[in-house]
Nanobody
């Protein structure tokens, strides 16, 4: 059974930082392209950052220079370090694992709220 379990969300003031973690089980983690997505109320889910199995990274323009995605294959974990948070970063953040065209898994999401 595949599970992606996110943690680390919460309430933070503008300019603050949070670190999200996603622990995967039931997959050969090192083979998967991992990513973080987010969905704000009334909006579509959008890509935040991805880190393929080859370790190169990709970021949405809105988070470049503020967020960093990384992975630890030994711990089956992908991270999202979020700095200089803005109110518009408020959303539910989802972990995603993809391999090829048919293997696509999602976590349950973790809420991030940026507010003073």
């Amino acid at each position: 059974q595949v599970q992606l379990v996110e943690s680390g969300g919460g309430l933070v003031q503008p300019g603050g930082s949070l670190r999200l973690s996603c622990v995967a089980s039931g997959i050969t983690f090192s083979m998967y392209n991992m990513g973080w997505y987010r969905q704000a109320p009334g909006k579509q889910r959008e890509l935040v950052a991805t880190i393929p199995s080859g370790r190169s990274t990709n970021y949405a323009d809105s988070v470049k220079g503020r967020f960093t995605i990384s992975r630890d294959n030994a711990k089956n974990t992908v991270y999202l370090q979020m700095n200089s948070l803005k109110p518009e970063d408020t959303a539910v953040y989802y972990c995603n694992a993809v391999l090829g065209r048919n293997l696509d898994y999602w976590g349950q999401g973790t809420q991030v709220t940026v507010s003073s």
